[in-house]
């Protein structure tokens, strides 16, 4: 089972992405070993990572035998001469010469680089097992398809699940036809019949197991706030951090009235972020949140967000969805399928008005927002063990 390390502080309790499936297993005492992908950066290449390494769980670090290394950056000289000259030549269009071109220079790119390492390591790792099962998420990494090809050229009998659990925008999913098979896996899994649905048009076998990001929180709980709270959900990205923030600071300060409260993506470290977009003084009512998330949502009303897979949960919870646009020509949108109860805004002024106009009005809309919770609800449906035990060939009892 491959997850990666997201933050220099992680530990194996708070593995976001196969927590509640390594319990699963346990249940049914299946033996499993957990390997973390520490994909932190050359900074954290000799970190040891204690708390995440025993005889479950291994770390796989990018360092590597400088022969090997020696023999990746051969390879990628060969193929850069080769695309580069490629593009000089006069029996190409402008646009072929274009491609090649940059096709080319991407051969220079140190992330190609460093997924070639990853490839070795995967083999050099791999290897040393017997496998059956595989699985590994399946977010659209690079990382993930040298595991899938490394896995392919290893232990060829091996059956690879791929995690979907994240949320899919419209038009993300690469068509099945335009990827090699050896970077494929054999099955994926997914949150949900929405999910199941955009991913079975290109892909076979397409199975749903669900989440354990479903809200367990009663919806009595959030219509009883007394005040009107907004949750704040950056993605980890840094120029969607910017904006967000930016963006919910000048509402903080055009409306001191009401509480906006920060969740930053758990791969970030809030503080250093802080030191870079907090010049002035932060308002009083920007609240940084380091509670968990149900708490959160709990104490708010009404959620900004871009791309966040955090959405669903909200919105299954009954918070209000505000989708900051900010007149982008391409949308983000996780809930991109449902328009009944939700804003999409363009700019401050936009806000301003929905505030003054329409926020009472939309957050009374009941029938609307069960609407949203059924949307949300198939969108993350609840983790089901018979479905994992089924779809990994195990007898259910």
């Given at each position: ?8 502080n ?16 346990k249940?049914k005492k ?18 040891t ?62 992330n ?16 040393n ?18 595991l ?11 059956r ?10 419209n ?16 099955m994926?899994?997914t ?11 290109d892909?076979?076998?397409?199975k749903?197991v ?13 219509n ?19 904006m967000?923030l ?11 009235q009401?509480?906006?409260i ?9 503080h ?6 907090i ?14 998330l149900?708490?959160d ?11 966040s ?13 505000i ?10 949108d ?22 003054k106009?329409?926020m009472?009005?939309?957050?009374n ?16 449906m ?10 990994l060939?195990?007898?259910h009892?």
């Amino acid at each position: 089972m491959f997850s990666q390390i997201i933050s220099s502080n992680q530990n194996k309790k708070n593995d976001i992405y196969f927590g509640s499936i390594c319990k699963v297993l346990k249940k049914k005492k299946i033996e499993y070993k957990k390997v973390f992908i520490n994909n932190l950066g050359l900074r954290f290449v000799n970190n040891t990572f204690y708390d995440l390494t025993n005889s479950e769980n291994s770390v796989i670090n990018i360092n590597i035998n400088l022969l090997i290394l020696f023999k990746i950056y051969v390879i990628i000289s060969k193929k850069f001469f080769k695309y580069f000259f490629l593009s000089l030549s006069l029996n190409k269009t402008k646009e072929q010469r274009k491609i090649l071109r940059t096709l080319s220079l991407e051969f220079l790119n140190p992330n190609t680089i460093y997924n070639l390492v990853l490839e070795k390591k995967f083999e050099s790792f791999l290897i040393n097992f017997e496998i059956k099962n595989l699985i590994a998420t399946l977010e659209g990494f690079s990382w993930e398809k040298m595991l899938f090809y490394a896995t392919n050229k290893i232990s060829p009998n091996t059956r690879i699940v791929g995690y979907q659990f994240a949320t899919l925008t419209n038009n993300q999913v690469l068509s099945s036809r335009l990827i090699n098979k050896n970077f494929k896996p054999d099955m994926i899994w997914t949150s949900g019949k929405i999910n199941k649905s955009k991913l079975s048009r290109d892909y076979n076998n397409v199975k749903i197991v669900g989440t354990d990001r479903v809200s367990r929180l009663k919806i009595t709980n959030i219509n009883k706030k007394k005040n009107i709270n907004f949750l704040v959900l950056p993605e980890g990205i840094g120029y969607e951090i910017n904006m967000m923030l930016n963006f919910t600071l000048d509402c903080a300060k055009n409306f001191p009235q009401y509480n906006f409260i920060w969740r930053f993506h758990p791969s970030i470290n809030k503080h250093n972020v802080l030191k870079k977009i907090i010049k002035d003084r932060v308002p009083k009512n920007i609240i940084i949140s380091d509670k968990k998330l149900l708490k959160d949502i709990s104490n708010c009303s009404l959620f900004f967000y871009r791309g966040s897979t955090t959405a669903i949960t909200a919105l299954q919870s009954g918070l209000y969805p505000i989708y900051i646009n900010l007149n982008k020509k391409i949308s983000i949108d996780p809930l991109f399928e449902f328009d009944s109860w939700k804003k999409v805004l363009n700019s401050q002024s936009e806000f301003n008005y929905f505030v003054k106009n329409e926020m009472k009005k939309n957050l009374n809309l009941d029938f609307k927002k069960k609407q949203g919770q059924k949307f949300s609800k198939n969108y993350f449906m609840k983790l089901d063990s018979k479905s994992i035990y089924k779809s990994l060939s195990i007898k259910h009892a």
